[in-house]
């Protein structure tokens, strides 16, 4: 009876599992990810028709309802008047009051900068404005 | 327990290495403009094609430059493979003149995707 009890007892000691070496390992693991860590940017993606290259793109320029937005190397020009982003940022805001499906035709000239490009795109997105078509000048 | 927590750093292991690589797909040196206002890209189609263009007019897909032809054969065998609602995202550094954003749009529209994404950053960390 003696001897059992003793060999039960032993068997429960066999079954631990120390803790400590394997909390220091975590705590290596936890400061090297914490170390190499850098936060990604969030990320946007602006969604625009682009028409194909063969389309006639006289035919969209002289639509009279379409507002068209023309990037040049150094500034913008609105409906052919010469504006800069807050002012072209309060006629989208205009025309995206009235409807916010009406199409903006944004035309970029070969050396204009992408920045640009996205200047206005994202000027859109804050107002609203959904259909977009991005055609190339030169 | 000794069994459970070799399967959970084995967990650990693979998470932290497939996140890397997914990161390591995109070109660092290509500096995206600024969109404050722009849409936050929530959930990626597993579908979508990222086109790099870097601001000497170079075209790349997961780093792997592609001459104009390449990239029209690729972007023609995702129409055919997945449709053309497939999804293109153009990564054009911010310095990136027009006409080289505008090779890589055509390159789309001539393999019949009409609709393009252009990524920006919404928020710097």
């Given at each position: 009876?003696g001897t059992r009890h003793h060999r039960r007892k032993k068997q429960v000691i066999e079954a631990e599992l120390s803790m400590t070496p394997m909390i220091d390992i975590v705590f290596q693991l936890l400061i090297y990810f914490i170390l190499t860590f850098e936060p990604t940017?969030?990320?946007?993606?602006?969604?625009?028709?682009?028409?194909?290259?063969?389309?006639?793109?006289?035919?969209?320029?002289?639509?009279?309802?379409?507002?068209?937005?023309?990037?040049?190397?150094?500034?913008?020009?609105?409906?052919?008047?010469?504006?800069?982003?807050?002012?072209?940022?309060?006629?989208?805001?205009?025309?995206?009051?009235?409807?916010?499906?009406?199409?903006?035709?944004?035309?970029?000239?070969?050396?204009?900068?992408?920045?640009?490009?996205?200047?206005?795109?994202?000027?859109?997105?804050?107002?609203?404005?959904?259909?977009?078509?991005?055609?190339?000048?030169? | 327990m000794t069994p459970m927590i070799d399967i959970v750093f084995q967990m650990i292991i693979f998470f932290v290495l497939t996140v890397q690589m997914e990161r390591d797909?995109?070109?660092?040196?290509?500096?995206?403009?600024?969109?404050?206002?722009?849409?936050?890209?929530?959930?990626?189609?597993?579908?979508?094609?990222?086109?790099?263009?870097?601001?000497?007019?170079?075209?790349?897909?997961?780093?792997?430059?592609?001459?104009?032809?390449?990239?029209?054969?690729?972007?023609?065998?995702?129409?055919?493979?997945?449709?053309?609602?497939?999804?293109?995202?153009?990564?054009?550094?911010?310095?990136?003149?027009?006409?080289?954003?505008?090779?890589?749009?055509?390159?789309?529209?001539?393999?019949?995707?009409?609709?393009?994404?252009?990524?920006?950053?919404?928020?710097?960390?």
């Amino acid at each position: 009876m003696g001897t059992r009890h003793h060999r039960r007892k032993k068997q429960v000691i066999e079954a631990e599992l120390s803790m400590t070496p394997m909390i220091d390992i975590v705590f290596q693991l936890l400061i090297y990810f914490i170390l190499t860590f850098e936060p990604t940017d969030v990320m946007a993606h602006l969604d625009v028709f682009r028409p194909a290259p063969d389309s006639e793109p006289r035919e969209q320029m002289e639509t009279p309802n379409v507002l068209r937005v023309v990037i040049y190397q150094d500034g913008f020009t609105v409906n052919d008047r010469q504006m800069r982003l807050p002012e072209i940022e309060r006629t989208l805001g205009r025309l995206a009051a009235i409807d916010q499906n009406q199409t903006v035709l944004i035309m970029a000239t070969a050396h204009s900068r992408h920045a640009n490009l996205i200047d206005i795109l994202d000027l859109c997105a804050k107002v609203g404005l959904r259909n977009l078509s991005v055609v190339s000048m030169n | 327990m000794t069994p459970m927590i070799d399967i959970v750093f084995q967990m650990i292991i693979f998470f932290v290495l497939t996140v890397q690589m997914e990161r390591d797909q995109l070109d660092e040196r290509i500096r995206l403009a600024m969109s404050p206002h722009g849409p936050a890209v929530e959930q990626r189609d597993p579908r979508t094609v990222t086109i790099d263009v870097d601001d000497d007019g170079r075209i790349a897909i997961g780093r792997f430059p592609l001459s104009e032809q390449r990239l029209f054969t690729v972007m023609r065998a995702a129409v055919v493979q997945h449709g053309q609602t497939t999804p293109v995202v153009i990564r054009g550094d911010m310095d990136t003149a027009h006409h080289h954003i505008k090779r890589a749009m055509d390159i789309c529209t001539r393999a019949g995707l009409f609709r393009i994404k252009f990524a920006a950053i919404k928020e710097a960390n």
